[in-house]
């Protein structure tokens, strides 16, 4: 068996939380390996602040890690799966998706207003378009400004310049910060992101020791969940700047997924949901897809 470890990571304070909690599991399932977080520095990293991050599709925070994955300098990677691709790098895998956190979105706001109750032109700030329709969908009278950075960072300018900012609660919930929290946003409001909430573990496929070990990690269903959001996305042809959204859930033999598209001022929306038995949850996300294709959604696609 392997004595150590090495795992890849982005540096910042959240995605180092999600890679220790990867290490715990590891520790539990093999108490005597050695596990060693790698921080990598990607290119997201260097320019956080950068409208372009938002606009350079999928990869952005991820290629430098899957890279050293690659280069057998590290033996895992671990990523937010909502910021990995849905077509790997030939050579990865998805070794494991552990149980999933919190996937909704949450609002904070500097005077514990909900998202109801914010007084109207009332500045909201998100880099996320995916967010930003669908507050728009929903409340058209707020100002909805751009906003990078990490979570602390958009804290701080939620004190110094917003009303409210959008989070995601898995993050928040990570790194200890719910009290923050002012209202956690209903699905039927705000669908989250592919894969938010969920951690992806990636090895190279050859690398068939670690994905032994890896692989017990893996919740059968999160990994069916997530796989049916990715396969609706890749049928659309998403990536980071496509104004889309899913969530779903994985019950037994049962799979139900929502999806949207929104025009990029949220003026036009479509959203489904679908129930499905199907073994295959890759199928039951272009089933989605194809749906919401047949409604018009490449038409609010090309608009957004």
Not at 92 to 111: E, F, G, M, Q
Not at 118 to 132: E, M, N, Q, V, Y
Not at 233 to 259: E, H, M, Q
Not at 275 to 294: I, M, N, T, Y
């Amino acid at each position: 068996m392997r004595k150590q470890v090495l795992i890849g990571s982005r540096g910042s304070t959240l995605a180092l939380a999600q890679a220790n909690e990867v290490v715990k599991g590891l520790r539990e399932l093999a108490p005597n390996i050695n596990c060693q977080v790698v921080s990598i520095r990607t290119k997201g990293d260097v320019i956080p602040e950068s409208k372009e991050n938002a606009f350079e599709g999928k990869g952005v925070f991820t290629k430098e890690i899957e890279d050293a994955l690659l280069k057998d300098e590290t033996q895992i990677a671990v990523h937010s799966m909502k910021d990995l691709g849905t077509e790997l790098p030939a050579g990865l895998t998805i070794a494991a998706v552990p149980r999933r956190a919190d996937h909704r979105d949450v609002l904070i706001s500097r005077n514990k207003e909900k998202l109801d109750q914010l007084p109207g032109g009332a500045r909201i700030g998100t880099s996320s378009p995916r967010r930003r329709t669908q507050l728009l969908a929903t409340r058209s009278d707020l100002q909805v400004l751009d906003m990078h950075g990490n979570v602390e960072t958009r804290l701080r300018k939620l004190d110094g310049g917003c009303d409210a900012i959008v989070l995601a609660a898995a993050g928040l919930r990570r790194l200890g910060l719910e009290k923050r929290i002012t209202e956690v946003i209903s699905t039927k409001i705000m669908l989250p992101a592919i894969g938010q909430g969920a951690i992806a573990v990636e090895t190279r496929e050859d690398d068939l020791e670690t994905i032994e070990l890896v692989s017990r990690l893996d919740d059968k269903l999160t990994r069916r969940a997530v796989e049916a959001e990715r396969a609706f996305a890749r049928k659309l042809g998403a990536n980071c700047r496509t104004p889309i959204a899913a969530y779903a859930r994985a019950d037994g033999s049962r799979l139900s997924i929502d999806g949207m598209v929104s025009s990029g001022d949220g003026r036009m929306l479509l959203r489904s949901q679908l129930v499905s038995a199907s073994p295959e949850p890759d199928k039951v996300g272009e089933e989605l897809a194809e749906l919401l294709l047949r409604k018009g959604a490449q038409f609010v696609l090309e608009a957004a």
